[in-house]
Nanobody
């Protein structure tokens, strides 16, 4: 399984970003795709996760309802949208895939990771 991220690089405060994560490879079984982010000097932070087989989603409370995760099964792609962007949303964003996940909130649940895409929110 390979994950390929794409999406905005530099955005303005108050704007929105939409990142895409294409899942390349076979996805049999119970899967989840999650998004994490990491700023310099900080630990990797959970953002959102979505069940690939069902419709369940989980979100980090820290984004206070600004994040939306979705998927397009036909395109094998998951999406992350964050609205009302703030400078503190600046980070490298990573998508990840987990087989037989638990809550999907922990990075250790995910065996496959994308290369990451940098998002910079200009103030």
């Amino acid at each position: 399984v390979q994950l390929k991220e794409s999406g905005e690089g530099s955005v303005q405060t108050g704007g929105s970003l939409r990142l895409a994560c294409e899942v390349i490879g076979r996805t049999f079984g119970t899967w989840a795709v999650g998004w994490f982010r990491q700023s310099p000097g900080k630990a990797r932070e959970f953002v959102a996760a979505i069940s690939w087989n069902g419709g369940g989603t989980h979100y980090s409370d820290s984004l206070m309802g600004r994040a939306t995760i979705s998927k397009d099964i036909l395109k094998n792609t998951a999406y992350l949208q964050i609205d009302s962007l703030k400078p503190e949303d600046t980070a490298a964003y990573y998508c990840a895939a987990a087989l037989n996940p638990g809550t999907g909130r922990r990075a250790t649940e995910y065996a496959w990771w994308g290369q990451g895409t940098q998002v910079t929110v200009a103030s």
